[in-house]
């Protein structure tokens, strides 16, 4: 059976102080509220990571990851942050290929791959994030896109790493827009993702990817997005900076 998540995406959103003050909300409602099968993981600015970590302690349903990390193991490279510095302070996830990173930072599927090999090394959990735009899908080249970031970004792993994997599908219209895609156009792509990584390893792999939607999604659109057969959770961004708001999608799944 494959993980449920809903992980939240803080971007560069709150200093040390608030992010502490909501991390603590969030535990707390967690605590009193998820049942054993929920897993949430919030990807925070790195400033916070080392104190989360420390906060999430004994809480072994909620996970803490980085939003990005570099795909060199160290070196010259000012204003960066390495895998191995990820892991050292015992986040286990890290978001990759966001479109924001994609679009604002140049980041191309062939960095992307060495990225996720890098931080696979180091034992973080990518959140492998691909998507088109509004443009593409306009020019109903969508599926072309999910294609090329699936086969030039992550098909190069083989199925064991694969495996190790998370990918999110945000499509880039969604993101920050408060535009959702339907359930319907969420789960063909999803189904679609899900298809070619079975034509690509197997059908178990397949089954076994946790493929998460992300694009403005909230508490009330969450219960039919991850309904869906191929949904396995959300990757939110605006909603995750709410505590009540980010526990009510993660209790979507019971
Ligand atoms: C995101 O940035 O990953 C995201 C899904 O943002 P939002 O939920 O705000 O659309």
Redo the contacts with the bound molecule.
Sequence with gaps: MRKKIVAG?W?MNLDYNEGLALFSEIINMFKDEATGQQHAVVCSPFIHLHSLVQLAKGYHNVGVGAQNAHQAEAGAYTGEISAKMVKSVGAGYV?LG???RRQYFGESNELLAKKTDTALAHDLTPIF?IGETLQEREANQHFDIIKSQLVDGIFHLDATQFGKLVI?Y?PVW?????VTASSDQAQEIHAFIRKEIAAKYNQQVADDTTILY?????PKNAPELFAQPDIDG???????LKSRDFIDIVKVFN
């Design positions: 995406n971007k978001i966001h479109s924001e994030c999110a945000e969604a993101i920050g827009t408060g992300g694009g403005s999604c909230n959300g990757l939110i961004g605006g909603a995750s």
